[in-house]
Nanobody
Framework: QVQLVESGGGLVQAGGSLRLNCAAS????????MGWFRQLPGKDREFVAT????????EYADSVKGRFTISRENTKKTAYLQMNSLKPEDTAVYYC?????????????????WGRGTQVTVSS
């Protein structure tokens, strides 16, 4: 069983940056691919970024390519999402997730464990 806790969300002006952290406990962190998703009230969860178990393969949603970077430190059992050039449309609750699959995947149905989310608000 893996527990995931997100942190680093907050309020930022458009054009600013935030770094989200996802701390894992339990299980073997390095055995999981990790993903970041976001969700607005009343809408489906949206894929943002994913990274494989060792951190050398990533995939991004088109809407965040070139602005967001996903990374991980297996020794610290932590995944990150560096978000630059933020836009008001990036406002959402951001969730990290872990899947027993070792390769990255954008499909939220594949993920086995989820954090509770952290709010990101980008003002114009």
């Amino acid at each position: 069983q893996v527990q995931l806790v997100e942190s680093g969300g907050g309020l930022v002006q458009a054009g600013g940056s935030l770094r989200l952290n996802c701390a894992a406990s339990g299980g073997s962190f390095s055995a999981y691919a990790m993903g970041w998703f976001r969700q607005l009230p009343g809408k489906d969860r949206e894929f943002v970024a994913t990274i494989n178990w060792i951190g050398d393969a990533t995939e991004y949603a088109d809407s965040v390519k070139g602005r967001f970077t996903i990374s991980r430190e297996n020794t610290k059992k932590t995944a990150y999402l560096q978000m630059n050039s933020l836009k008001p449309e990036d406002t959402a609750v951001y969730y990290c997730a872990a899947t027993r699959l070792i390769y990255p995947t954008p499909d939220p149905n594949i993920y086995d464990y989820w954090g509770r989310g952290t709010q990101v608000t980008v003002s114009s």
